[in-house]
């Protein structure tokens, strides 16, 4: 696992903002959910936000799903990287993982996909958004989560 807080400044020039991120990678194995959730946890209370608040508990559903979705459908991935990053106004969850297949939300009819919707719809309430994208090394895909956060969030 590796953690970072750094200070940056603002494009714009204002002071500098704290930067904080946890990343850390998990074996694609059902026990990782749970592992994935537990680790989550500690991060978001170490970044300051309050463990009662909607938000908290929406990250750490968003986290479960996209980790659920990784053990069930990255059969040629052995693990998953997991990345909690909070900066300014905004919390990023990722799960990037080694599998090339794309991901879709799934058709009003269907079962699978349903999580990825879910967890859209968490975002959207947050006035944030979900983006797919190909993994930083090439190989696989990273699901990205944007929250805004709530005004007076650390």
């Given at each position: 696992?590796?953690?970072?807080?750094?200070?940056?400044?603002?494009?714009?020039?204002?002071?500098?903002?704290?930067v904080l991120k946890h990343v850390w990678t998990v074996p694609l194995v059902?026990?990782?959910?749970?592992?994935a959730r537990e680790r989550s946890e500690r991060s978001l209370v170490?970044?300051?936000?309050?463990?009662?608040?909607a938000?908290?508990?929406?990250?750490?559903?968003?986290?479960s799903e996209l980790v659920t979705n990784a053990v069930r459908h990255a059969q040629d991935s052995p693990d998953a990287e997991v990345t909690l990053h909070m900066a300014e106004h905004l919390l990023v969850v990722s799960v990037e993982d080694l599998d090339p297949r794309p991901?879709?939300?799934a058709d009003a009819g269907?079962?699978?996909?349903?999580?990825?919707?879910?967890?859209?719809?968490?975002a959207r309430t947050?006035?944030?958004?979900v983006?797919?994208?190909?993994?930083?090394?090439?190989?696989?895909?990273?699901?990205?989560?944007?929250?805004?956060?709530?005004?007076g969030t650390p």
């Open positions: 696992m590796s953690e970072a807080s750094v200070m940056a400044r603002h494009p714009s020039g204002r002071p500098a903002v704290e059902p026990g990782s959910v749970r592992a170490s970044f300051g936000l309050e463990s009662s608040s938000l908290f508990g929406a990250v750490l559903l968003v986290v991901i879709t939300p269907r079962t699978s996909g349903r999580g990825l919707r879910t967890v859209a719809d968490l947050f006035g944030g958004d983006r797919i994208e190909p993994s930083s090394g090439g190989h696989g895909k990273t699901v990205l989560v944007r929250f805004v956060l709530p005004e």
